[in-house]
Structures are given as C-alpha cells and as structure tokens.
C-alpha cells in the first residue's frame, strides 16, 4: 500500500511504517500482490499511478509461512479442517484510491482475483473486510444486516477469536431497513455480496487501522452465475 499510513480511517503506524512512509508487514514478501494501474494518469516520477491494490495468500504458502494473517483475528483452523480438499486463499490490504472508489475500480481488481483464481485451481476465497471506525454501536446497521442477511453456513461458519469477538447482532432483523444497510456498506464489502460471499460469526476491533473487521468466505462454488459469466474464460483481458 503506498499511502502513508496514518492518514486513513485514523491507522496508527508502527515505528518501522513511519520510517519507511509505507504499510508493510512480514507478509508482504510471501503474498503476490495484485494491483490496477490507471495509465492515462502519471504521478510525480512520470509512470503510470498504481490506483487499486490488492494482497494474495494462497493456503500453500501460507502454511509453510505461519498461516494466514486473518488467523490473527478469527478461528480459521476449524473451517480448513472441515475443507481439507479445497485450496484456499486469502485476499488481504485491499486498497483503492479515494477518487478511484467505484464499482469499476472493484470490478477491475476482481478480474485479476478470477484469472489468478482459474490459474492456481483456487477452491475458496477468504479474508477480513474493513468498516470504517472502532464504535460497533455506530456500526450497528451494516453490522445487523450482514448477520441477518449474509451469515456463513454452518459448514463454512468462521468466529472471530474470543478475545475479540464483537457481537454483530445489534438490531433485530425486522427493524433493519435493508436499502440503509446497504447504502452504509463499502464498496468492497458490497462487491463481495454481489458475487455471493457470507461472512464469519462477529466482528473485530483493529485499533491500529481504526476500523472494524468483518470475515468474507466465498466458495469458487458459490460465485453468483452472473458473475461468473462476466468474469469467464476472458478474464485475462484486463491484464496488463
């Protein structure tokens, strides 16, 4: 992520980030990184700007590195070892630019995730989604609908780890005015319910990132046939 850290949805950075002006973390060396490239715009050295960003773990190298970073903040060993013949993987530190936050922009990095997906036999996608601020009482809209509406299957249930589990379950389901919920969700997480994700049992708290965390899972199988369609065998086109 190129941003400096620190000025977004109130992140504080570690000494290290600070020094080096960037996100970085020790996953950064493992993961493969997806990224989309506006190049009708150049930045101050004169190349094309990098707009959207996002990481890649696959379960393979994952296991041979520590495990997942989302294991940091949900029980994820239960669900691989109910799943044993998928292959896993988890997509992390998305980051699009604030005048590049658009359906278009998110389309555009899930091109790249089904092509990368088609390439490596991925059978489920996994990982954290951010919802702006650390007060779930303030969050308790997208929070309520994402528990009444998209809840993961037991088979493929996910719960955050006790000691940071944040009840989702804020307002009943009958009082949830679905076109607000919506409406207060971002764009990522929107992106990951048209293509037909459920998320994990609670939330956690990242104060560090000043956000609050949700868990995606989304089985290849379960991709809405309409996306699918989209993305298809051409899913190549838009690469560089």
Known sequence: MAHPPGREMCAVPDA????????????????????????A???????????????LLRQQIAERSGGFYSAG?????????????????????SCVLPAYRSKRTVELLWHGIWTYVLHHG???????????????????LPLSFLHHFAPSPEDWRVRAVPSRYVEMNRISRDHIDKKAAVHALPPLV????????????????????????VLAILPVSAINTRYMQHFGPNAHRHAA
């Open 16 to 39: 290290g980030k600070m020094i080096a002006q960037r996100d970085i973390d020790t996953y950064d060396a493992i993961c493969d990184h997806l990224i989309v490239i506006d190049h």
């Open 73 to 93: 903040e949900y029980d994820v060993a239960p669900l691989l070892a109910r799943h044993r013949e998928c292959r896993f993987l988890e997509l992390g530190r």
């Open 122 to 140: 991925v059978d489920a996608m996994l990982g954290c989604a951010s919802l702006e601020g650390t007060d779930p009482r303030g969050l308790a």
């Open 190 to 213: 929107k992106g990951y319910l048209r293509l037909g994700a459920f998320f994990g049992d609670g939330a956690v708290i990242d104060h560090q990132f000043g956000t609050t965390d």
């Open 41 to 55: 715009t150049h930045g101050p050295t004169g190349k094309p700007i990098m707009v959207g960003t996002y990481r």
